[in-house]
Protein backbone atom coordinates (compact mmCIF):
# COMPACT_ATOMS: atom_id res chain seq x y z
CA UNK A 1 0.00 0.00 0.00
CA UNK A 2 2.83 2.49 0.73
CA UNK A 3 6.80 2.06 -0.86
CA UNK A 4 9.05 4.35 -0.66
CA UNK A 5 12.71 4.24 -1.78
CA UNK A 6 15.22 6.93 -0.65
CA UNK A 7 12.35 9.44 0.36
CA UNK A 8 14.02 12.65 1.03
CA UNK A 9 12.95 16.44 1.88
CA UNK A 10 15.13 19.44 2.17
CA UNK A 11 13.54 22.94 3.13
CA UNK A 12 15.68 26.31 2.20
CA UNK A 13 15.30 28.13 5.50
CA UNK A 14 16.96 31.09 4.17
CA UNK A 15 19.44 31.50 1.25
CA UNK A 16 22.19 30.63 3.32
CA UNK A 17 20.37 28.04 5.26
CA UNK A 18 19.19 24.44 5.15
CA UNK A 19 17.29 21.84 6.67
CA UNK A 20 17.42 18.35 6.20
CA UNK A 21 13.63 17.04 7.50
CA UNK A 22 14.18 13.76 5.67
CA UNK A 23 16.67 11.90 4.58
CA UNK A 24 16.04 8.43 2.29
CA UNK A 25 13.54 6.69 3.71
CA UNK A 26 13.01 3.27 3.09
CA UNK A 27 9.46 2.07 4.09
CA UNK A 28 7.46 -0.59 2.99
CA UNK A 29 3.64 -0.79 4.55
CA UNK A 30 1.36 -3.58 3.19
CA UNK A 31 -2.84 -3.28 2.84
CA UNK A 32 -4.42 -4.20 6.24
CA UNK A 33 -1.27 -3.01 8.45
CA UNK A 34 -1.36 -0.83 11.30
CA UNK A 35 2.57 0.92 11.08
CA UNK A 36 2.63 3.39 13.62
CA UNK A 37 5.84 5.75 13.01
CA UNK A 38 7.48 7.28 16.67
CA UNK A 39 10.41 9.79 16.93
CA UNK A 40 11.09 13.12 19.04
CA UNK A 41 9.22 16.35 17.51
CA UNK A 42 11.95 17.75 14.61
CA UNK A 43 12.47 13.84 13.65
CA UNK A 44 10.70 13.85 10.46
CA UNK A 45 7.49 12.05 10.96
CA UNK A 46 5.18 14.42 9.87
CA UNK A 47 6.79 15.70 6.89
CA UNK A 48 7.19 12.15 5.53
CA UNK A 49 3.14 11.62 6.45
CA UNK A 50 2.86 15.11 4.52
CA UNK A 51 4.84 13.81 1.27
CA UNK A 52 3.25 10.73 1.31
CA UNK A 53 -0.34 12.62 1.66
CA UNK A 54 0.67 14.88 -1.49
CA UNK A 55 0.79 17.82 1.12
CA UNK A 56 4.88 18.34 0.11
CA UNK A 57 6.45 17.60 -3.03
CA UNK A 58 9.68 15.40 -2.09
CA UNK A 59 13.00 16.45 -2.76
CA UNK A 60 14.34 13.83 -4.19
CA UNK A 61 13.03 9.61 -4.16
CA UNK A 62 10.17 8.07 -4.41
CA UNK A 63 6.83 7.24 -2.52
CA UNK A 64 4.11 4.97 -4.19
CA UNK A 65 0.91 5.43 -2.44
CA UNK A 66 -2.30 2.56 -3.59
CA UNK A 67 -0.21 2.36 -6.25
CA UNK A 68 -0.11 5.17 -7.59
CA UNK A 69 3.02 7.66 -7.84
CA UNK A 70 2.94 10.68 -5.15
CA UNK A 71 4.92 13.17 -7.68
CA UNK A 72 3.01 11.98 -11.39
CA UNK A 73 -0.44 11.75 -10.14
CA UNK A 74 -1.09 13.63 -6.96
CA UNK A 75 -4.92 13.92 -7.22
CA UNK A 76 -5.77 10.14 -7.91
CA UNK A 77 -3.54 9.50 -4.89
CA UNK A 78 -6.04 11.43 -2.65
CA UNK A 79 -8.76 9.84 -4.13
CA UNK A 80 -7.51 6.64 -2.54
CA UNK A 81 -6.31 8.26 1.32
CA UNK A 82 -8.00 9.71 3.89
CA UNK A 83 -5.62 12.00 6.15
CA UNK A 84 -6.40 13.11 9.91
CA UNK A 85 -4.01 15.94 10.43
CA UNK A 86 -2.66 17.37 13.65
CA UNK A 87 -5.11 20.20 13.58
CA UNK A 88 -9.06 20.38 13.74
CA UNK A 89 -10.19 20.35 9.58
CA UNK A 90 -13.96 21.63 9.86
CA UNK A 91 -14.79 25.18 10.19
CA UNK A 92 -15.55 26.33 13.39
CA UNK A 93 -18.78 28.08 12.39
CA UNK A 94 -20.13 25.23 10.23
CA UNK A 95 -22.11 22.50 11.86
CA UNK A 96 -20.94 18.95 12.13
CA UNK A 97 -23.03 17.05 9.67
CA UNK A 98 -22.77 19.87 6.92
CA UNK A 99 -18.77 19.44 7.08
CA UNK A 100 -19.54 15.87 6.25
CA UNK A 101 -22.09 16.68 3.47
CA UNK A 102 -19.93 19.13 2.00
CA UNK A 103 -16.88 16.87 2.26
CA UNK A 104 -18.85 14.26 0.54
CA UNK A 105 -19.43 16.64 -2.64
CA UNK A 106 -16.04 17.66 -2.81
CA UNK A 107 -14.78 13.90 -3.18
CA UNK A 108 -17.86 13.54 -6.18
CA UNK A 109 -20.58 11.82 -3.85
CA UNK A 110 -24.24 13.01 -5.57
CA UNK A 111 -25.95 14.64 -3.01
CA UNK A 112 -28.29 12.02 -1.49
CA UNK A 113 -24.93 9.77 -1.07
CA UNK A 114 -23.44 12.52 0.32
CA UNK A 115 -25.98 12.98 3.21
CA UNK A 116 -26.27 9.18 3.65
CA UNK A 117 -22.70 8.74 4.20
CA UNK A 118 -22.47 11.70 6.28
CA UNK A 119 -25.54 10.42 8.83
CA UNK A 120 -23.48 6.73 8.59
CA UNK A 121 -20.70 8.49 9.94
CA UNK A 122 -22.27 10.41 12.71
CA UNK A 123 -23.40 7.34 14.09
CA UNK A 124 -20.38 4.79 13.39
CA UNK A 125 -18.52 7.98 15.36
CA UNK A 126 -21.23 8.51 18.26
CA UNK A 127 -21.91 12.07 17.18
CA UNK A 128 -25.50 11.84 16.74
CA UNK A 129 -26.20 13.67 19.71
CA UNK A 130 -24.02 16.57 18.44
CA UNK A 131 -24.38 16.43 14.78
CA UNK A 132 -26.15 19.51 14.11
CA UNK A 133 -23.92 21.98 16.80
CA UNK A 134 -21.73 24.04 15.74
CA UNK A 135 -18.12 22.73 15.35
CA UNK A 136 -16.69 25.57 17.89
CA UNK A 137 -19.29 24.09 20.28
CA UNK A 138 -17.66 20.23 20.19
CA UNK A 139 -15.49 18.81 23.12
CA UNK A 140 -12.22 18.25 22.06
CA UNK A 141 -12.71 14.52 21.55
CA UNK A 142 -16.08 15.16 19.52
CA UNK A 143 -13.81 17.51 17.30
CA UNK A 144 -10.94 14.38 17.53
CA UNK A 145 -13.77 12.30 16.23
CA UNK A 146 -15.33 14.57 13.60
CA UNK A 147 -11.64 14.84 12.23
CA UNK A 148 -11.78 11.22 11.96
CA UNK A 149 -15.28 11.27 9.82
CA UNK A 150 -14.05 13.71 7.47
CA UNK A 151 -10.98 11.45 6.80
CA UNK A 152 -13.40 8.64 5.78
CA UNK A 153 -16.30 10.12 3.71
CA UNK A 154 -14.74 8.64 0.28
CA UNK A 155 -14.21 5.29 2.32
CA UNK A 156 -10.22 4.89 1.38
CA UNK A 157 -8.42 2.14 1.41
CA UNK A 158 -5.85 3.98 3.61
CA UNK A 159 -5.84 6.36 6.49
CA UNK A 160 -3.23 8.34 7.78
CA UNK A 161 -3.21 9.76 11.11
CA UNK A 162 -1.45 12.18 12.52
CA UNK A 163 -0.93 12.36 16.63
CA UNK A 164 -4.95 11.85 16.41
CA UNK A 165 -5.22 11.97 19.72
CA UNK A 166 -2.87 14.65 21.14
CA UNK A 167 -4.35 16.51 23.81
CA UNK A 168 -7.49 14.23 25.08
CA UNK A 169 -7.42 12.88 28.17
CA UNK A 170 -7.06 9.11 28.49
CA UNK A 171 -10.98 8.28 28.47
CA UNK A 172 -11.41 10.52 25.03
CA UNK A 173 -8.46 8.53 23.95
CA UNK A 174 -9.60 5.32 24.92
CA UNK A 175 -12.73 5.93 23.11
CA UNK A 176 -11.38 7.48 19.74
CA UNK A 177 -9.78 4.17 19.50
CA UNK A 178 -12.36 2.29 19.92
CA UNK A 179 -13.76 4.34 17.20
CA UNK A 180 -11.01 3.78 14.54
CA UNK A 181 -10.23 0.16 15.44
CA UNK A 182 -13.79 -0.77 14.82
CA UNK A 183 -13.93 1.34 11.66
CA UNK A 184 -10.79 -0.27 10.57
CA UNK A 185 -12.10 -4.11 10.94
CA UNK A 186 -15.22 -3.28 8.96
CA UNK A 187 -13.13 -1.54 5.73
CA UNK A 188 -9.92 -3.55 5.91
CA UNK A 189 -7.90 -0.14 5.94
CA UNK A 190 -4.34 0.15 6.01
CA UNK A 191 -3.36 2.63 8.85
CA UNK A 192 -0.23 4.97 8.90
CA UNK A 193 0.09 6.32 12.50
CA UNK A 194 2.09 9.18 13.94
CA UNK A 195 1.69 9.67 17.93
CA UNK A 196 3.47 11.10 20.85
CA UNK A 197 1.66 8.41 23.16
CA UNK A 198 4.11 5.23 23.21
CA UNK A 199 1.43 3.22 24.61
CA UNK A 200 -1.05 3.53 21.19
CA UNK A 201 1.89 2.41 19.33
CA UNK A 202 2.71 -0.37 21.88
CA UNK A 203 -0.74 -2.25 21.94
CA UNK A 204 -2.36 -0.53 18.50
CA UNK A 205 0.26 -1.43 15.83
CA UNK A 206 1.47 -4.56 14.45
CA UNK A 207 4.42 -2.45 13.26
CA UNK A 208 6.64 0.21 15.03
CA UNK A 209 9.26 2.15 12.78
CA UNK A 210 11.21 4.48 14.51
CA UNK A 211 12.72 7.34 13.07
CA UNK A 212 15.58 10.00 14.11
CA UNK A 213 16.94 12.90 11.95
CA UNK A 214 15.30 11.87 9.18
CA UNK A 215 16.09 8.42 9.00
CA UNK A 216 14.29 5.40 9.69
CA UNK A 217 16.73 3.42 12.33
CA UNK A 218 14.15 0.73 13.43
CA UNK A 219 11.82 -1.20 11.92
CA UNK A 220 10.37 -4.80 13.58
CA UNK A 221 6.80 -5.32 15.23
CA UNK A 222 6.57 -3.57 19.32
CA UNK A 223 8.00 -6.98 20.66
CA UNK A 224 10.44 -7.50 18.33
CA UNK A 225 12.15 -4.44 19.32
CA UNK A 226 11.74 -4.99 22.71
CA UNK A 227 13.30 -8.23 23.14
CA UNK A 228 16.05 -7.43 20.66
CA UNK A 229 16.70 -4.12 21.33
CA UNK A 230 16.05 -3.24 25.27
CA UNK A 231 15.68 -6.57 26.91
CA UNK A 232 14.05 -7.44 30.70
CA UNK A 233 15.23 -5.80 33.43
CA UNK A 234 15.49 -7.42 36.29
CA UNK A 235 16.42 -6.32 39.80
CA UNK A 236 17.33 -8.87 42.68
CA UNK A 237 18.07 -7.87 46.37
CA UNK A 238 20.00 -10.44 48.49
CA UNK A 239 20.11 -11.16 51.68
CA UNK A 240 24.08 -12.50 50.75
CA UNK A 241 26.71 -11.57 48.44
CA UNK A 242 26.05 -9.13 45.78
CA UNK A 243 28.47 -10.32 43.90
CA UNK A 244 28.25 -13.94 44.05
CA UNK A 245 24.44 -12.93 42.37
CA UNK A 246 26.25 -11.13 39.75
CA UNK A 247 28.41 -13.88 38.89
CA UNK A 248 25.37 -15.86 38.57
CA UNK A 249 24.29 -13.59 35.36
CA UNK A 250 27.36 -14.16 33.91
CA UNK A 251 25.39 -17.53 32.81
CA UNK A 252 22.00 -15.95 31.70
CA UNK A 253 21.12 -15.61 28.48
CA UNK A 254 21.43 -12.35 26.78
CA UNK A 255 22.49 -10.69 30.37
CA UNK A 256 24.30 -7.32 30.13
CA UNK A 257 24.50 -3.98 31.78
CA UNK A 258 24.96 -5.48 35.56
CA UNK A 259 24.76 -3.19 37.90
CA UNK A 260 25.68 -3.51 41.82
CA UNK A 261 24.58 -1.29 43.98
CA UNK A 262 24.95 -2.51 47.80
CA UNK A 263 22.54 -5.88 48.21
CA UNK A 264 20.80 -4.69 44.73
CA UNK A 265 21.81 -6.15 41.51
CA UNK A 266 20.24 -5.27 37.96
CA UNK A 267 20.56 -6.25 35.06
CA UNK A 268 18.91 -6.71 31.12
CA UNK A 269 17.70 -10.64 30.22
CA UNK A 270 16.29 -11.69 26.83
CA UNK A 271 13.71 -13.82 28.88
CA UNK A 272 12.82 -12.65 32.30
CA UNK A 273 10.23 -14.99 33.15
CA UNK A 274 12.74 -17.81 32.21
CA UNK A 275 15.85 -16.32 34.08
CA UNK A 276 14.45 -15.32 37.76
CA UNK A 277 13.21 -18.74 38.72
CA UNK A 278 16.68 -20.08 37.84
CA UNK A 279 18.21 -17.04 39.66
CA UNK A 280 16.13 -17.71 42.52
CA UNK A 281 17.59 -21.52 42.74
CA UNK A 282 20.95 -20.67 41.80
CA UNK A 283 21.40 -17.53 44.39
CA UNK A 284 20.17 -20.16 47.21
CA UNK A 285 22.09 -22.99 46.26
CA UNK A 286 25.44 -20.35 46.17
CA UNK A 287 24.76 -18.86 49.74
CA UNK A 288 22.99 -15.95 48.34
CA UNK A 289 19.42 -15.97 49.13
CA UNK A 290 17.33 -13.67 47.19
CA UNK A 291 14.94 -11.55 49.40
CA UNK A 292 13.27 -10.21 46.55
CA UNK A 293 13.32 -10.60 42.57
CA UNK A 294 11.11 -8.60 40.30
CA UNK A 295 11.24 -9.06 36.62
CA UNK A 296 10.27 -5.60 34.66
CA UNK A 297 9.10 -5.77 30.68
CA UNK A 298 11.05 -2.80 28.30
CA UNK A 299 8.81 -0.29 27.18
CA UNK A 300 9.44 1.24 23.41
CA UNK A 301 10.99 4.12 25.74
CA UNK A 302 13.65 2.31 26.82
CA UNK A 303 14.26 0.73 22.91
CA UNK A 304 14.71 4.72 21.64
CA UNK A 305 16.75 4.99 24.69
CA UNK A 306 19.13 1.68 23.23
CA UNK A 307 18.69 2.88 19.53
CA UNK A 308 20.06 6.89 20.55
CA UNK A 309 21.41 7.39 24.07
CA UNK A 310 18.22 9.40 24.70
CA UNK A 311 14.73 8.79 26.20
CA UNK A 312 12.16 9.57 23.77
CA UNK A 313 10.01 10.90 26.24
CA UNK A 314 12.41 13.66 28.36
CA UNK A 315 13.22 14.25 24.28
CA UNK A 316 9.24 15.24 23.41
CA UNK A 317 9.39 17.12 26.53
CA UNK A 318 11.95 19.30 26.23
CA UNK A 319 11.01 20.00 22.03
CA UNK A 320 10.61 23.66 21.43
CA UNK A 321 7.22 24.74 19.60
CA UNK A 322 9.50 26.35 16.79
CA UNK A 323 11.36 22.99 15.22
CA UNK A 324 10.90 22.54 11.24
CA UNK A 325 8.44 19.33 11.40
CA UNK A 326 6.12 21.89 13.64
CA UNK A 327 6.72 24.56 11.03
CA UNK A 328 5.93 22.11 8.28
CA UNK A 329 2.99 21.06 10.02
CA UNK A 330 1.08 24.29 11.00
Do not use: C
Amino acid sequence: MIQTRGLTKVFEVSKTQTVHAVRGIDLDIAPGELVAVLGPNGAGKTTTMRMLTTLVRPTAGTAVVAGVDVVRDPATVRRHIGYVGQGNGAGHTQRGVDELFSQGLIYGLDRPSARRRAHELVDALDLSAHATRKVSELSGGQRRRLDVALGLVHAPQLLFLDEPSTGLDPQNRANLWDHILRLRAEHEMTIMLTTHYLDEADTMAERVVVVDHGQVIADDTADGLKRTLAGDRVVLTTTGSAAVVAGLLAHVPGARDVVVDGARVEARVADAGTAVPELVIAASRAGAPLLEALAVRPTLDDVFLALTGRSLRDEQASSSSDEIEGRDAA
